[in-house]
């Protein structure tokens, strides 16, 4: 079964003369530990997608589904709690809360959802652990490189449970090696059967990912086959 | 790639066989670029000619000739490594003449042409990547003509991005070119127009 699912998904904004439609029949299946990278222009629609997924606001026809279940069937609590539960978000500017060390903003999700302070501590503590964070544990954001901060963002985004992490230009505030190494970190998750979408319009970034789609006016226009293993290279391309 | 340079490079570590050249190539350029064995003899061949090679054993000693750098060999091998390559004037890109055309001639939409070439290279860097992601220990030979290869494919992406996008403001703009009998050939005079201007001589 698919972690997330949109079916024939659209999204208009606003009406009358400024009516503006971001999304046109989007239709996007990821299934589990499966990344998809979705590319486009801006104006595409790339982030609208993003937080339709994410269920932060809703589509004006179609259906969403995270793990089978329809988003348009849930109250606003059980959407409430399937954020905290299931999705994970990793955005361009980190969105860690300043006032919170790395460990707290990584345990803040599991205490929101009732798990007991001194367990999400330990939960965050072993997330920051996987990514190499440990000795960050005990610094504020503002003590930390734009690196460590989101590599902050992806234990955040990973941890307890999660099965589907959206991430919004995750590499765009950062060098081309340190982007590497968090796309290694999302291929990582992903080894772990989790579920992403990455919206990026960088390439190098889209190339860590199984599926790239494009996207234009809001429809998905073209998308990558399934890349065949490297020895490939070595054979004589298209007009080569 | 100058094969010959990488040669002496090779030889710069000390005396080596012919065989072993081939070997060392391929390795150091992660098998990216195969080498015959033909292509390393006649190129040592050139190399001792040009005194700066010297081969000990026979001249039919074959395989078991063991070749060493000379003095005149370092000389050119050390200059060969600062002397920048001509990046200077625009090289004959099929892929920029193939947007210059899809442009003028009737019925083709550019902007398709342009999607075609973005995703084949998008998948193109996927396989590079893999690579990396399959061998993430592997050798810094290997790692360095990775990013090399991806850093190209990225920055033609680019392009084509940034083509695809003037395009669009171009047609949004005014009225889309013309088409004519001559307009493929218009298209691809666009590059010379420009070596011209810059006063590049190829």
């Known amino acids: 079964m698919s972690v997330l699912e949109l079916r024939d998904v659209s999204k208009i904004h606003g009406s009358g003369a400024a009516q503006v439609t971001a999304l046109r029949n989007v239709d996007l299946s990821v299934g589990p530990g499966e990344m998809v990278a979705v590319m486009g222009p801006s104006g595409s629609g790339k982030s609208t997608l993003l937080t339709i997924a994410g269920s932060l606001e809703s589509p004006t026809d179609g259906e969403v589904l995270i793990s089978g279940n329809a988003l348009s069937t849930m109250s606003a609590d059980e959407l409430a709690a399937l954020r905290r539960r299931s999705i994970g978000y990793v955005f361009q500017d980190f969105n860690l809360l300043p006032g919170l060390t790395a460990a707290e903003n990584v345990a803040l999700p599991l205490e929101l959802d009732g798990t007991s302070a001194r367990r999400a501590r330990a939960a965050g503590l072993l997330a920051l652990q996987r990514l190499d964070l440990a000795d960050r544990a005990g610094h504020f954001p503002d003590q930390l490189s734009g690196g460590e901060r989101q590599r902050v963002a992806i234990a955040r985004a990973v941890v307890g449970e999660r099965r589907l992490l959206l991430a919004d230009e995750p590499t765009g505030a950062l060098d081309s090696s340190t982007g590497e190494a968090v796309m290694r970190l999302i291929r990582s998750a992903c080894k772990q059967g989790v579920a992403a979408v990455v919206v990026t319009h960088d390439a190098q970034a889209a190339s860590w990912a199984d599926r790239v789609v494009f996207l234009r006016d809001g429809r998905v226009t073209d998308g990558t086959a399934t890349p065949p293993g490297p020895e490939s290279l070595l054979a004589p391309g298209p007009g080569r | ?202």
């Open chain 2, 1 to 202: 790639m100058s094969v010959r340079h990488a040669l002496l490079a090779l030889l710069a570590e000390g005396p080596k066989y012919g065989l072993q050249l081939r070997e060392e190539f391929e390795a150091r350029t992660g098998e990216v670029w195969p080498l015959n064995v033909g292509q390393v003899y006649t190129t040592l061949q050139r190399l001792e000619r040009d005194g700066l090679v010297e081969s000990d054993g026979e001249p039919d000693a074959g395989p078991q000739k063991s070749f060493r750098i000379t003095e005149g060999g370092e000389g050119e091998l050390t200059g060969w490594l600062r002397t920048p390559p001509d990046l200077s004037s625009p090289p004959r890109d099929e892929l920029v003449i193939k947007v210059l055309v899809a442009v003028r001639v009737p019925g083709v939409d550019v902007h398709e042409v342009i999607q075609s070439h973005r995703r084949y290279l998008v998948e193109l860097m996927q396989q590079w990547t893999r690579l990396k992601d399959d061998e993430a220990d592997f050798d810094l030979s290997v790692a360095l003509v990775v990013d090399a290869e991806l850093f190209r494919l990225d920055s033609v992406i680019r392009w084509l991005d940034t083509a695809d996008g003037r395009l669009r403001r171009a047609a949004a703009d005014g009225p889309a070119p013309a088409p004519a009998p001559a307009a493929a050939a218009a298209a691809t005079a666009a590059v010379p127009r420009l070596r011209r201007r810059i006063g590049a001589r190829r």
